[in-house]
């Protein structure tokens, strides 16, 4: 009976210690600023080790000093990636498999809004939720629960009304909220020009499998945010298109 019992406690010691090495991993590998640092830590501790196994009485205190230092400094510094990476790391978690994606009047609403804006060059920017859940970013917001139209996106979006900075979340034919405010993307590709509502776009293209609908207040350009990528769509089809796709 001891020794049964004995096998039980290795086999959920095991267990545990799996379940957080994975989750180290992915959370590590999930952002590759994260990844060098965590290389660069490994480093220290290795210099760390040899100085004190050689007896470098300098280098070891120096390095012992740094090793207290290191992860204070890596709180402080790397705060947005470590969000962005436990943000992606639980994305799997917050998927819901009974997804309802909305009707071909919501599509058309959402298409014929980004072009109206498009035309007038009113910013917007339009999240439709599939799988991962967005209410962390909507309890944040002004909550709506209203049906999509065409009229009150466009109203949403006018300069100087009290809901125009932000996203609009749409949950199958609602409008969840307005006014979401999204994680920057911190994607080194994009020029440094680049406007916060097209980061905000692709950084919760990044953490989640929504697409979002963005129009460029400064162009009039068109452009939707998916899986990580943006793509500019000015043509009216092409957006209908990506569209269909991702709501079928």
């Known amino acids: ?3 049964g019992v004995e096998i039980w406690k290795v086999v959920v010691d095991a267990y545990i210690v799996w379940v957080l090495a994975v989750f180290l991993v992915k959370f590590l ?21 040899l100085a004190n196994v050689l007896d470098l009485l300098v280098s070891t205190v120096f390095l012992n000093y740094l090793q207290e230092w290191m992860p204070i400094l890596m709180i402080v510094i790397m705060a947005p990636d470590i969000r962005r990476s436990l943000e992606i790391v639980w994305k799997s978690d917050s998927r819901n498999e009974m997804v309802v994606m909305g009707s071909e009047r919501t599509k058309q609403s959402i298409i014929e809004a980004a072009m109206y804006l498009s035309s007038q060059q009113i910013g917007a920017l339009i999240t439709i939720e599939k799988h991962n859940t967005l209410d962390q970013y909507a309890e944040r917001a002004i909550i709506m629960n209203s049906e999509v139209s065409k009229e009150l996106l466009i109203n949403i979006f006018t300069p100087n009304t009290p809901l125009h900075d932000g996203a609009v979340i749409i949950r199958g034919d609602l409008i969840v909220c307005a006014g979401a405010y999204f994680v920057l993307s911190d994607n080194q590709n994009f ?4 406007g916060s509502r ?3 776009g692709l950084g919760i293209s990044e953490i989640t499998d929504s697409l979002t609908v963005i129009v460029s207040e400064e162009t009039g350009n068109v452009s939707i945010a998916v899986e990580g990528i943006m793509l500019k769509i000015n043509d009216r ?3 209908m ?3 269909n796709m991702f709501m079928k």
């Open 1 to 3: 009976m001891l020794f």
């Open 29 to 49: 590998v999930s952002n590759k600023r994260m990844l060098s640092i965590a290389i660069t830590f490994l480093f220290v501790y290795l210099l760390a080790f």
């Open 191 to 194: 020029e440094k020009t680049t």
């Open 198 to 200: 097209h980061r905000a």
């Open 237 to 239: 089809d092409k957006l």
């Open 241 to 243: 298109e990506y569209i």
